[in-house]
T-cell receptor, first 113, second 110 residues
């Protein structure tokens, strides 16, 4: 069966520090991968998605970047965190194709102080 | 740009009552619609997926309908239980992306 992992689960970082969040999927190959952010009291906002290694699409201009160094690994990064980067970050995957269910990881709670 | 709206934002019902959660979307050119459940501080759990060619899906006490032409979906939860307390999110898929509503937070009182 397929499993999606995210780490760390919780992170507290000072403003201006770098960020690296990791997501990995097991039990499948060539998945579509997604990064979402959920700010307090707001809905999920799609940040990045990837349909293959090295292929990253960005949905909104921001202080974040994403990379996909391996087929089942998706990394969210920042060089300098802002207060507004605080939120709940969720990684998700779907099988290759248009119509399939999207599966979510457990999320990372990021607080920038 | 697809916009997804969920009404009401919050709902509190006594145990045993049926729940009706509404979702509307602006662009009917979707591949599918998905309902999720989110418990506080947790990730999303998929409840039901309705393909654009389908009218409804059922799983246990859950039933979701889809009227693509009018841009609406409804999630019905029969005989609610305290364990159903959570935030319910709907999302529509066009191209490779999901567009989410803000969710309906449900409280079922024992």
């Amino acid at each position: 069966s397929q499993t999606i992992h995210q780490w760390p689960a919780t992170l507290v970082q000072p403003v201006g520090s770098p960020l690296s969040l990791e997501c990995t999927v097991e039990g499948t190959s060539n998945p579509n991968l997604y990064w979402y952010r959920q700010a307090a009291g707001r809905g999920l906002q799609l940040l990045f998605y990837s349909v293959g290694i090295g292929q990253i699409s960005s949905e909104v201009p921001q202080n974040l970047s994403a990379s996909r160094p391996q087929d089942r690994q998706f990394i969210l990064s920042s060089k300098k965190l802002l207060l507004s980067d605080s939120g709940f970050y969720l990684c998700a995957w779907t099988p290759t194709g248009i119509t399939d269910t999207q599966y979510f990881g457990p999320g990372t709670r990021l607080t920038v102080l | 740009k697809q916009e997804v709206t969920q009404i009401p934002a919050a709902l509190s019902v006594p145990e045993g009552e049926n729940l009706v959660l509404n979702c509307s979307f602006t662009d009917s050119a979707i591949y599918n619609l998905q309902w999720f459940r989110q418990d506080p501080g947790k990730g999303l759990t998929s409840l039901l997926l309705i393909q654009s060619s389908q009218r409804e899906q059922t799983s246990g006490r859950l039933n979701a309908s889809l009227d693509k032409s009018s841009g609406r979906s409804t999630l019905y939860i029969a005989a609610s239980q305290p364990g159903d307390s959570a935030t319910y999110l709907c999302a529509v898929k066009d191209d490779y992306k999901l567009s989410f509503g803000a969710g309906t937070t449900v409280t079922v009182r024992a």
